[in-house]
Structures are given as structure tokens and as C-alpha cells.
């Protein structure tokens, strides 16, 4: 029998597993099926996939996550009026925990777009439901209780490259060293792995992979599954930051069939900022990661289809009047009635020989819980001077033994007051401007020092440096719409509505780009304004724009006018 689990958070557990009253579970049965199930039945295995919520109306089921070294732990047992499951029932990904019938059990069963339709129709009902679903997520990512299992060596740039895969995509998951942990020696002697192969992932459903690329886990997983290709959506958005599911949120809101893509994560770059404190309605602030998940999660809610990591790599020309289609990676492909870019910018990279050997183990591009562990008590060096490097080096201070920042330009010029302020109060950041990079030492793919240098003088600094965080802005990410018909400007970036040539004397359309039914929101977007705030503005602007493109191309089903 599973070991029952120290509480995940006393002060929100009747959050985290709220019972139904009488009259709530009434009104919820008529989104479900009734089912019933014997002592002792399965009801859900870790990995099964499309179960929605159950709730329970009578009998006993033991939630049974994954303990230390493997073993079951009872997480908590549900009795009537209790509801099983967490945000994968969201979308009918496969479930993350077990559960089994302690007694016979009578429920009723919601699969997920029934439960969506719940959260929407019963909006008291569905704030209870929604809340514990997240919390339930947070309390399995803080316990790893569930989800795949990674073995290497912490420190290994493929291990950091998949937790942070995972940790960036809110998956639970585990990471075990075989180095120190006698489980993880186990599992590579009962696979026969050898050191090379590493790192190994042994995923929920027994499947096990080697040192597998993002998309593998994915799959493996079931964050990610195959799109129909001859399903046509309203809109196709590629691109998950904040513009993009600012769009996703309102477009589906508003009753649109959308399909949102990404080749990493969710949340772009603003979803690695360690904290946002001048976002609109957050006093206290709020790390990047917390607000994109919360509209990733709202966005399913509305029944967006979120197919992450999937890499849109070709617009092709269409027929005036066709829909479009876009060619993805793995030589998949998504159809859609118009599509909105919203793929951002890429880090910019130095441009020092050697740079890449060390990345993913020495050099970063964002500053999460995961590179504060890893380069704790040591010193680092963070370059650049915007309000993202601003942020990292707050966060970075709380962490490190010193944090030495590096700009061109003094901060005032490129920096919030509130965030100069803050650094300079911290004792152990030193500021150097102006100052640039001119040499990275090591060797293995390990980083021993950083060299930088004074550009009016000369004089170059050396310092044993084991990490370098790199925010030296980014580029635009339009490279795959060549041969799109979408133009773009001498920078990459798109011009939209009025910035494009009026031909005809046609007026265009507000973010639409040169090519009709095409549009582009946010950091991508030529002329826009590089805020978090700002890009859902645009996200929110662009769903009025595409409502009236639908319109003049086609019939829409009847719906009701969003007043939000």
C-alpha cells in the first residue's frame, strides 16, 4: 500500500482538494456521464491519456503519486464530493498520477471539453474547480512526484537542457544523479546505459529514452500530439508569449477555433524573467513564469489547442481564398483561415570564438530557480543593460556570491528607475560601464573565466568565472517566412497596417502584414513597443482585426460580442 505523503501546503490544502456541496454537484452532473467502478479497479494510470475530471459521489479513491527512489505515496484519498484531477484533464493529456478505488465507487466523468464548457457555464463552481487543478500542478512540480524521470549528471548541458525544457513548460518531473543517488546507479545498470548515453529518461508510461531532443520528450510524454492536417481553424498563432496567448485568450474567448504554436515553451521571453514588478494590477510583483502560465492555463480554458514544442518552419503561397497552411517540423502541417506571427525575437549571441562550446552549461540566456542552484555561492557575470538584465541581476544577487554586470552604456540610459535603484542597493553587484566581453577561457565545454575589456582605454579585466549570463537583446524571428509573401523590413522585422505602402488607396488593416489574412503582434512587429503589457495589447488589439478578415472571407458561426 502507498505511504501517504507529508501535506504539499497545510495553509491551502482545503484550496488544493475543496469538496463540492450537494447543490454544486448537482449542477456539475449534467456535464458528465455516470460511471461506476468495483474495490480495488483502476480508475487512472499514470500515462493514460483523454481522462477529463471525475467526480466523486460515492466510495473512497487513493490519489498515488511517485515517492523518493520510485516508490507509490499516497497523495490523497477522495470521498464524495471530491473531484480527481489536475490541469493535464484540461486537454485530455495523459494523466500524471494513479488512481484506484478504494470502495466501490459511483461518479460521474466530464471529459475535458465538458469540463471546459463547466468552467465557462459555472463561473463560482468554476473558479473552485479551476483553482485546485492549478495548485494541484504547483504541488506535484514542488514534490517531483510525477512525470518523467531524468538521469545524468546535474551540471551535464543535456540535463539542463531538458529540466529546463520541462520546468519552463510547468511538467513535473525528476532529476536523479547517478553520481550520488543510488536509484539513478539502478536504473543505468538495469539499462545497461553507457556514461555517453546519458542522460536517460524513463517516461511515466515505462518507455525510456536516450539523451532525447525536446520534441522526443514531448511525445513521449504526451505534452505534444500529431495535428490533423485537414482540419481547418480559425486561426493559427505561432508564437506563445504574451502576444500570442493574449491572442490565444481572446480569440477563443470570443468562440474562434485557434491553434497555438511554439518550438520551445510557453511564455517567451518574458516567461523567464525572474520578476516583473511594473505589470499592471501586481503590487507585489510576479515572476514571469507565474503570470505566462496563468494565461496558458486560461487559454485552454476557452479550448485553445496548444501544440508545444511544435516548430512552424514554412508559410508557403496560397491561393486567394484558401486557407492557409502552415509547414511544421517533422513534416507535419496545420491549416488555418488566417494566422498571426507572433514568434518574437531570438537571443542575441557573442560574437567571441569559443562562445558555443559553453553554452548550456557555463553561458545562459535567462536566470531561473534552475541557474540560481546551479551557480550558487559562486560569482557570475551577467552582460547587458535593459530591463530583462535589470531583473536577472536582482534575482541573481539573492543567489550568488557576486554578480558582475556588464554594459555598454550607463544604466539610466536603458533602465527602469525602480530597477537601478534596487541594484545598486544590493552590496554584492558591481556595475562596470562601459565594459564588453573579449575573451571566454576553458575547456570541456566548461567556462573558467571571462575576460572584458574598457573600450575607450584599453585596460582588460580577467576574473575566474564559472557562468555568464548573456542579455544583449535579440534578434527578430522571421527568418522562416522567407518565401511567405510576408515582407519584412531591412532589421527582419514585419510592418503592419498603415507602416506598409498604401496600394490603391486600400486601407489596411490594423496589425495585418503585406499579405492578407497574415498578421503580427508584439516584439516581432515593426514599430512595436517592447513591453510585456504592451504585447497583450496587441494580442487583445489583433482578435477585433482578425474577426473582421473572417467576416469578409467567409460565414462565421453565430456568437456573442466579447465585453471583457
Same mark, same amino acid.
Given at each position: 500500500m502507498a505511504?501517504?505523503?507529508?501535506?504539499?501546503?497545510?495553509?491551502?490544502?482545503?484550496?488544493? =482538494? /475543496?469538496?463540492?456541496?450537494a447543490a454544486e454537484t448537482a449542477r456539475a452532473r449534467r456535464f458528465g456521464?455516470?460511471?461506476?467502478? /468495483?474495490?480495488?479497479?483502476?480508475?487512472?494510470?499514470? @500515462?493514460?491519456?483523454?481522462?477529463?475530471?471525475?467526480?466523486?459521489?460515492?466510495? &473512497?479513491?487513493?490519489? $498515488?503519486?511517485? +515517492?523518493?527512489?520510485?516508490?507509490p505515496e499516497l497523495i490523497v484519498t477522495h470521498g464524495p464530493g471530491a473531484f480527481m484531477g489536475e490541469l493535464a484533464q484540461l486537454s485530455g493529456r495523459?494523466?500524471?498520477?494513479?488512481?484506484?478505488?478504494?470502495?466501490?465507487?459511483?461518479?460521474?466523468?466530464?471529459?475535458?471539453?465538458?469540463?471546459?464548457?463547466?468552467? #465557462?457555464?459555472?463561473?463560482?463552481? @468554476?473558479?473552485?474547480?479551476?483553482?485546485?487543478?492549478?495548485?494541484?500542478?504547483?504541488?506535484?512540480?514542488?514534490?517531483?512526484?510525477?512525470?518523467? $524521470?531524468?538521469?545524468?549528471?546535474?551540471g551535464d548541458p543535456d540535463v539542463l537542457r531538458l529540466v529546463g525544457f520541462l520546468s519552463r513548460n510547468g511538467h513535473p518531473h525528476q532529476t536523479l544523479d547517478p553520481q550520488t543517488d543510488p536509484e539513478a546507479r539502478a536504473l543505468v545498470d538495469r539499462f545497461s546505459v553507457e556514461p555517453g548515453q546519458l542522460p536517460i529518461v524513463l517516461c511515466p508510461g515505462g518507455q525510456l529514452l536516450r539523451n532525447p531532443t525536446e520534441g522526443q520528450l514531448a511525445r513521449c510524454i504526451g505534452m505534444v500530439g500529431p495535428i490533423d492536417p485537414d482540419r481547418?481553424?480559425? #486561426?493559427?498563432?505561432?508564437?506563445?508569449?504574451?502576444?500570442?496567448?493574449?491572442?490565444?485568450?481572446?480569440?477563443?474567448?470570443?468562440?474562434?477555433? $485557434?491553434?497555438v504554436l511554439d518550438c520551445r515553451a510557453f511564455g517567451g521571453q518574458a516567461g523567464a524573467s525572474s520578476r516583473i514588478e511594473n505589470y499592471l494590477g501586481f503590487p507585489t510583483g510576479i515572476s514571469g513564469m507565474a503570470l505566462m502560465a496563468r494565461a496558458y492555463n486560461q487559454a485552454q480554458k476557452f479550448?485553445?489547442?496548444? &501544440?508545444?514544442?511544435?516548430?512552424?518552419?514554412?508559410?508557403?503561397?496560397?491561393?486567394? *481564398?484558401?486557407?492557409?497552411?502552415?509547414?511544421?517540423? *517533422?513534416?507535419?502541417?496545420a491549416r488555418a483561415r488566417a494566422v498571426v506571427v507572433a514568434t518574437g525575437a531570438r537571443y542575441r549571441r557573442l560574437d567571441i570564438a569559443g562562445h558555443s562550446d559553453f553554452e548550456g552549461a557555463s553561458v545562459h540566456y535567462w536566470a531561473s530557480p534552475l541557474e540560481g542552484r546551479l551557480c550558487a555561492g559562486q560569482e557570475v557575470v551577467l552582460v547587458g543593460g535593459g530591463n530583462s538584465a535589470g531583473q536577472a541581476v536582482v534575482y541573481l544577487s539573492t543567489q550568488v556570491k557576486k554578480v558582475w554586470m556588464l554594459a555598454r552604456r550607463p544604466l539610466e540610459a536603458t533602465m527602469s528607475r525602480y530597477l537601478i535603484d534596487r541594484i545598486r542597493a544590493q552590496p554584492n553587484v558591481e556595475v562596470v560601464t562601459p565594459a564588453e566581453i573579449s575573451a571566454l577561457e576553458g575547456e570541456g565545454g566548461v567556462l573558467r573565466a571571462v575576460?572584458?575589456?574598457?573600450?575607450?582605454? *584599453?585596460?582588460?579585466?580577467?576574473?575566474?568565472? +564559472?557562468?555568464? =549570463?548573456?542579455?544583449?537583446?535579440?534578434?527578430?524571428?522571421?527568418?522562416?517566412?522567407?518565401?511567405?509573401?510576408?515582407?519584412?523590413? &531591412?532589421? @527582419? =522585422?514585419?510592418?503592419?497596417g498603415l507602416d506598409l505602402d498604401l496600394r490603391a488607396g486600400v486601407l489596411p488593416r490594423p496589425?495585418?502584414?503585406?499579405?492578407? +489574412?497574415?498578421?503580427?503582434? +508584439?516584439?516581432?512587429?515593426?514599430?512595436? $513597443?517592447?513591453?510585456?503589457a504592451a504585447g497583450v495589447g496587441e494580442g487583445a488589439q489583433v482578435v477585433a482585426a482578425l474577426h473582421a478578415y473572417l467576416a469578409d472571407t467567409g460565414p462565421l458561426p453565430n456568437r456573442e460580442p466579447s465585453h471583457a
Amino acid at each position: 500500500m502507498a505511504a501517504p505523503q507529508p501535506p504539499l501546503d497545510d495553509a491551502r490544502h482545503d484550496q488544493r =482538494f /475543496p469538496t463540492l456541496s450537494a447543490a454544486e454537484t448537482a449542477r456539475a452532473r449534467r456535464f458528465g456521464e455516470a460511471r461506476t467502478y /468495483p474495490a480495488g479497479a483502476a480508475i487512472v494510470r499514470a @500515462g493514460e491519456a483523454g481522462h477529463g475530471l471525475t467526480l466523486i459521489l460515492s466510495g &473512497a479513491v487513493d490519489i $498515488v503519486g511517485r +515517492g523518493e527512489g520510485g516508490a507509490p505515496e499516497l497523495i490523497v484519498t477522495h470521498g464524495p464530493g471530491a473531484f480527481m484531477g489536475e490541469l493535464a484533464q484540461l486537454s485530455g493529456r495523459p494523466s500524471l498520477v494513479d488512481a484506484t478505488a478504494v470502495s466501490d465507487v459511483e461518479a460521474v466523468v466530464l471529459p475535458p471539453e465538458r469540463l471546459r464548457a463547466l468552467l #465557462v457555464a459555472e463561473a463560482e463552481m @468554476g473558479e473552485t474547480i479551476m483553482r485546485a487543478l492549478i495548485l494541484r500542478r504547483v504541488g506535484l512540480i514542488e514534490r517531483g512526484a510525477a512525470g518523467p $524521470v531524468i538521469v545524468g549528471h546535474i551540471g551535464d548541458p543535456d540535463v539542463l537542457r531538458l529540466v529546463g525544457f520541462l520546468s519552463r513548460n510547468g511538467h513535473p518531473h525528476q532529476t536523479l544523479d547517478p553520481q550520488t543517488d543510488p536509484e539513478a546507479r539502478a536504473l543505468v545498470d538495469r539499462f545497461s546505459v553507457e556514461p555517453g548515453q546519458l542522460p536517460i529518461v524513463l517516461c511515466p508510461g515505462g518507455q525510456l529514452l536516450r539523451n532525447p531532443t525536446e520534441g522526443q520528450l514531448a511525445r513521449c510524454i504526451g505534452m505534444v500530439g500529431p495535428i490533423d492536417p485537414d482540419r481547418i481553424y480559425d #486561426v493559427a498563432i505561432v508564437g506563445a508569449g504574451p502576444s500570442g496567448l493574449a491572442a490565444a485568450v481572446y480569440a477563443g474567448s470570443e468562440g474562434l477555433s $485557434v491553434l497555438v504554436l511554439d518550438c520551445r515553451a510557453f511564455g517567451g521571453q518574458a516567461g523567464a524573467s525572474s520578476r516583473i514588478e511594473n505589470y499592471l494590477g501586481f503590487p507585489t510583483g510576479i515572476s514571469g513564469m507565474a503570470l505566462m502560465a496563468r494565461a496558458y492555463n486560461q487559454a485552454q480554458k476557452f479550448g485553445v489547442e496548444m &501544440a508545444i514544442p511544435d516548430e512552424a518552419v514554412r508559410l508557403p503561397p496560397s491561393e486567394t *481564398g484558401a486557407p492557409f497552411t502552415l509547414e511544421l517540423g *517533422g513534416d507535419q502541417r496545420a491549416r488555418a483561415r488566417a494566422v498571426v506571427v507572433a514568434t518574437g525575437a531570438r537571443y542575441r549571441r557573442l560574437d567571441i570564438a569559443g562562445h558555443s562550446d559553453f553554452e548550456g552549461a557555463s553561458v545562459h540566456y535567462w536566470a531561473s530557480p534552475l541557474e540560481g542552484r546551479l551557480c550558487a555561492g559562486q560569482e557570475v557575470v551577467l552582460v547587458g543593460g535593459g530591463n530583462s538584465a535589470g531583473q536577472a541581476v536582482v534575482y541573481l544577487s539573492t543567489q550568488v556570491k557576486k554578480v558582475w554586470m556588464l554594459a555598454r552604456r550607463p544604466l539610466e540610459a536603458t533602465m527602469s528607475r525602480y530597477l537601478i535603484d534596487r541594484i545598486r542597493a544590493q552590496p554584492n553587484v558591481e556595475v562596470v560601464t562601459p565594459a564588453e566581453i573579449s575573451a571566454l577561457e576553458g575547456e570541456g565545454g566548461v567556462l573558467r573565466a571571462v575576460r572584458w575589456r574598457d573600450p575607450r582605454s *584599453g585596460a582588460e579585466t580577467a576574473r575566474e568565472i +564559472g557562468h555568464l =549570463f548573456l542579455f544583449i537583446g535579440a534578434d527578430p524571428n522571421t527568418d522562416w517566412l522567407a518565401g511567405s509573401e510576408v515582407v519584412v523590413d &531591412a532589421k @527582419g =522585422f514585419i510592418p503592419t497596417g498603415l507602416d506598409l505602402d498604401l496600394r490603391a488607396g486600400v486601407l489596411p488593416r490594423p496589425m495585418q502584414t503585406s499579405r492578407p +489574412g497574415v498578421f503580427a503582434i +508584439g516584439d516581432v512587429r515593426a514599430g512595436s $513597443v517592447k513591453r510585456v503589457a504592451a504585447g497583450v495589447g496587441e494580442g487583445a488589439q489583433v482578435v477585433a482585426a482578425l474577426h473582421a478578415y473572417l467576416a469578409d472571407t467567409g460565414p462565421l458561426p453565430n456568437r456573442e460580442p466579447s465585453h471583457a
